[in-house]
């Protein structure tokens, strides 16, 4: 020990000290301890240790100290100690701690130390393994529960025991003491010990530098991942920005991806709201790849599929392509948020997926528990219209999130996607086209970096030479012409942005066309939600008007009402459709039959839309003569003018497995299980 450095800790005060031997004198290093000392001509910490000071000479030394600084200025006090000691007459020879002697030394320098304010660390050094293996088990048993009775006995001290930890033998300068390398690393070890115990805050930690942090991270890295969760969660949650300026941005944004991976995608979605656009997207991919080496290591992979309505599931040949894979447990959720008046079918659909050796659950309430997924595909953009356990406030990382639209965007959405959380914290989207893909790309507000265009795999079907349609029409006449119509949900008065549906104003008279064409076969589609908006939207007055208004339909010799899901054979076996729905489309188009689609105002489409939209027969839903026209001119006469249009729009915007070369239900799988891929162990 230096006498002047007494003497400055005297004058000046200092945050810490550390007594000991020539093990703490030469294997701490004060750089890598954290702590916070506002006095910037002061030490925030000293080593007063010396070759062969004992525990005596130690206390002596802390005693004279507190004699002369201000109660609770030393806020801790390293007490070092060693199992042995070098003989003070034979450098190499060791002698045992003496527990009778040192035992209640030990006690007085603890009770020294908190009742001047500071917290006692009893702190015990790696040694070479080489000295380490000829130390008397008994004697190391004895001297460890020497101290742990003593620490016992003052709950305000702290014993951190670093003898067993494995370093390098390559980090110690001969057999002795460590290198700089080695004192750096076991100081940043010990530092972040202290952490945990409140000996300083957050903020003391994330103003250490780069050295610090990257020295924890390469040698203690399950150490390293608690540090910063621990100290993330004691910062204030929006200061990325500062601490970016104090930390390299790459320690920060690791920082935050190893605190996040324990935590729920809500968290993400907040700092979506505070960071770049850039840093954002660094951040969730580091998140996403921590949790992929966890789930790649699994013998099975929990797949989810969840959908709230059966009308948007995705296909069956994306859940077999997983089931027909070892690796994967596939599962379809269900929570139905559709109608009473669409129950029965919903039913029926589940039935149907059964049947077709689907494994599903139906979520039966909101709050149901539902078991944890590893992979999670949603085919619906919402957050709020999923149960409790799939909302992003409480959905956690171990789930990584996959988005696969049920329908393609034909919209103009711009707000919805801007600001939607959903599709910020996707580890996967797959896009059924280009120009949706494009169009979300730039549009969300963190963009679409992770998103994919795969083709709309509920389409596949319709790539299938070998597949075969049917579906029972009530026809009146064999050569009865096969229309479907599809109104939609949003009416006049709809919350929604959206302003689709045309239904309000000529549903009396759809039905009265049909009645009076009995040449004509209908199957209606309406939206599920169609039922109960029609009537909070008073285009019913009440639930059983609704539901008398859709048996009338089905009491017609020559039409039927449906709503439920498989609806691709009801569209390979029409000869045409007239609707407003957006979804639908670019839906009909995968089946080249002409679409009559009855136009509002309020209406915008994106690019996609209105190129489709160009080849349709557009006509005002609320010009009941120009509709009746139309469908007189179209579906009766067969006048399809606008086909050669139509499939040149086809070609070019929708034909996924020209441009793919694969059918979409196979290129998702494929992308999936690739970076599934199972690490050897």
């Known amino acids: 020990m230096k006498k002047n450095d007494l003497q400055r800790i005297i004058e000046g005060g200092v945050g810490f000290f550390a007594t000991g031997d020539e093990y703490v004198r030469n294997n701490l290093n004060l750089k890598f301890i ?30 004279q100290i507190f004699e002369h600084v201000e109660h609770g200025t030393v806020k801790f006090v390293l007490i070092g100690l060693s199992p042995y000691v070098v003989s003070e007459n034979n450098s190499e020879l060791l002698v045992a701690w003496d527990v009778k002697t040192n035992a209640p030394i030990l006690e007085d320098y603890i009770q020294l130390c908190i009742d001047n304010g500071a917290k006692p660390v009893v702190v015990v050094l790696p040694v070479h393994s080489s000295i380490r293996k000829d130390y008397d088990s ?8 020497t101290i742990n009775e003593v620490v016992e006995k003052h709950k305000s001290s702290l014993f951190v025991d670093l003898l ?72 204030v949650y929006n200061d990325f920005n500062r601490l970016a ?90 929570y139905p948020t559709g109608d009473n008046l669409t129950r029965k079918e919903f039913q029926q659909d589940v039935e149907k997926f059964k049947a077709r050796g689907l494994n599903v659950s139906v979520v039966k309430n909101p709050t149901s528990d539902i078991p944890v997924q590893d992979i999670l595909i949603q085919t619906s953009p919402y957050d709020d219209n999923v149960p409790r356990d799939f909302r992003l406030i409480n959905l956690k990382f171990t ?68 597949a075969k349609f049917k579906f029972d029409w009530k026809m009146t006449r064999p050569d009865s012409k096969k229309i479907i119509w599809a109104p939609h949900h949003t009416t006049s008065d709809s919350k929604t942005s959206l302003k689709y549906s045309t ?56 039409a039927q009402v449906y709503t439920g899901a498989y609806y691709q054979d009801i569209f390979a076996t029409s000869d045409g459709m007239i609707h407003d729905s957006g979804s639908f489309i670019a839906e009909y188009q995968y089946v080249d039959k002409p679409m009559i689609y009855l136009m509002r105002p309020e209406k915008k489409f994106n690019g996609l839309g209105q190129k489709i939209l160009e080849t349709a027969y557009l006509v005002d839903g609320k010009d009941l003569d120009a509709i009746a026209a139309t469908m007189q001119r179209v579906f009766i006469e ?3 003018y606008k086909a050669v249009e139509r499939r040149e729009v086809f070609d070019k915007y929708l034909n996924y497995p020209k441009h793919l070369g694969m ?14 891929k199972v690490v050897e162990k």
């Open 503 to 558: 239904f309000q104003w000529n549903h009396q008279f759809m039905y009265e066309f049909a009645k009076a064409h009995p040449e004509i076969s209908w199957v209606v589609k309406p939206h599920p939600w169609l039922f109960r908006v029609s009537v909070s939207m008073n285009v019913f007055p009440s639930i059983e008007a609704c539901q008398e208004y859709f048996q009338k339909w089905n009491d017609l010799p020559n």
């Open 164 to 235: 067993d930890v494995r370093i390098n033998v390559k980090l110690f300068n001969g057999n002795w003491f460590l290198s700089t390398e080695g004192s750096a690393l076991v100081s940043v070890l010990l530092g972040a010990k202290l952490y945990f115990e409140n000996l300083f805050s957050a903020e003391t930690v994330c103003s250490m530098n780069n050295e610090y942090f990257n020295l924890l991270k390469k040698s203690f890295p399950n150490f390293y991942k608690k540090l910063m969760h621990h100290t993330f969660c004691r910062m």
């Open 245 to 334: 300026k104090t930390l390299s941005k790459e320690i920060c944004l690791d920082l935050m991806a190893n605190v996040l991976s324990d935590m729920t995608y809500n968290h993400l979605v907040n700092l979506s709201n505070m960071l770049t656009k850039d840093d954002y997207n660094d951040l969730a991919a580091r998140i996403f790849e921590s949790q992929l080496e966890t789930i790649r290591r699994k013998d099975k992979i929990k797949l989810g599929f969840y959908f709230d309505s059966t009308s948007k599931w995705c296909g069956d040949e994306l859940y077999n392509l997983f089931a027909k894979d070892k690796r994967f447990e596939p599962t379809i959720f269900i």
């Open 34 to 63: 954290p702590h916070e000392h506002t006095d910037k001509n002061s030490p925030r910490g000293v080593i007063l240790a010396d070759a062969n000071q004992n525990l005596l000479q130690s206390y002596s030394i802390a005693k």
């Open 638 to 640: 067969g006048d399809d």
């Open 399 to 466: 789930t990584l999130l996959i988005y696969i639209p049920y329908s393609h965007t034909t919209a103009s959405r711009d707000g919805f996607i801007r600001y939607n959380p959903f599709l910020r914290v996707l580890w996967k989207a797959f896009f059924p086209s280009t120009t949706s893909l494009e169009y979300y790309n730039k549009t969300c507000s963190v963009g679409m970096p992770r998103a994919i265009f795969s083709g709309y795999p509920r389409m596949d079907i319709f790539f299938n030479k070998n």
């Open 663 to 676: 059918l979409a239900s196979e290129f998702i799988y494929k992308n999936i299980a690739d970076e599934l």
């Open 138 to 145: 008994d004697v190391v048993l004895s001297f460890r529960n």
